[in-house]
T-cell receptor, first 113, second 111 residues
């Protein structure tokens, strides 16, 4: 089975802190994604990566950056956390191809005070 | 990518079939219809997908209309554990996939 793990289930940070959210997948998938999920807004794509060191902006990239130095690891970085970045963050991975499903991690619930 | 429209919420009695509709009227010929669900506090989970034929697996059935502008996910015998948010999305074929999830349908299975 595909396993996608995220470094923390719950995280509390202060405004202005730099925050790293880590995601690791064990199935050699090419594509990896970061979403945030907020009540009433569904899942919104922040960034995705289709290869090592490659990244593409999603629908809401402002205030975020990403890093993919190794194929199995995709990091989301909040350079200076703000209260409006309080959210559930979900990572997903996917084999590259037309019909491949996305596999999601358990999510990280981030609270920025 | 085609946009999908789903009802915000639905109820279903336990043991009955749950039929969740999805409208994707702008779907193009190379786009697949996918269904995921998200149980509270967990990441979304894949259920089923199809192109133009009806599909069935151990979790659900997917009925796609002949014109492909809408589909229905069927959970044949809903249980309380099927209470979740169900997302209908479409993937375009080729290259990497930028997938847009909408707000989904909140299915409440009632005892």
């Amino acid at each position: 089975d595909v396993k996608v793990t995220q470094s923390s289930r719950y995280l509390v940070k202060r405004t202005g802190e730099k925050v790293f959210l880590e995601c690791v997948q064990d199935m050699d998938h090419e594509n990896m994604f970061w979403y945030r999920q907020d009540p009433g807004l569904g899942l919104r794509l922040i960034y995705f990566s289709y290869d090592v060191k490659m990244k593409e902006k999603g629908d809401i990239p402002e205030g975020y950056s990403v890093s993919r130095e190794k194929k199995e690891r995709f990091s989301l970085i909040l350079e200076s956390a703000s209260t409006n970045q309080t959210s559930m963050y979900l990572c997903a991975s996917q084999r590259q191809g037309a019909r491949e499903t996305q596999y999601f991690g358990p999510g990280t619930r981030l609270l920025v005070l | 990518d085609a946009k999908t429209t789903q009802p915000t919420s639905m109820d279903c009695a336990e043991g009955r079939a749950a039929n969740l509709p999805c409208n994707h009227s702008t779907i193009s010929g190379n786009e697949y219809v996918y269904w995921y669900r998200q149980i509270h506090s967990q990441g979304p989970q894949y259920i089923i997908h199809g192109l133009k034929n009806n599909e069935t697996n151990e979790m659900a059935s997917l009925i796609i209309t002949e014109d492909r502008k809408s589909s229905t996910l069927i959970l044949p015998h809903a249980t309380l554990r099927d209470t979740a948010v169900y997302y209908c999305i479409v993937y375009r074929s080729g290259g990497y996939q930028k997938v847009t999830f909408g707000t989904g349908t909140k299915l409440q299975v009632i005892p």
